[in-house]
């Protein structure tokens, strides 16, 4: 299992070597990654959010699943 390889080293370079676009300072940031994320959904709903395969989630579609497992989470709790 341990010499199974998954991707050919011409993938494995082009991956390892692609540098990351996506880099931002947070340096004067002071919000929570809860309000950034609330932004994105607000400034930009049908940009992806995720992708996995071919599969991808909206902001917009994203932030309601996300509102669906809060309302469940909250309804479960027990109050002390």
Not at 27 to 47: G, K, M, T, V
Request: glycine share 0%; charged share 10%; with cysteine.
């Amino acid at each position: 299992v341990l010499d199974l390889q998954l991707l050919s080293e011409t993938e494995v370079s082009s991956i390892l070597q692609v540098p990351n676009t996506t880099i931002s300072t947070f340096e004067n940031w002071d919000h929570s990654i809860i309000y950034a994320f609330y932004l994105q959904c607000q400034s930009h709903p049908s940009n992806t959010a995720v992708q996995f395969e071919d599969r991808s989630l909206s902001y917009f579609r994203l932030a309601a699943l996300v509102s669906q497992y809060v309302t469940a989470l909250e309804a479960s709790v027990v109050p002390v």
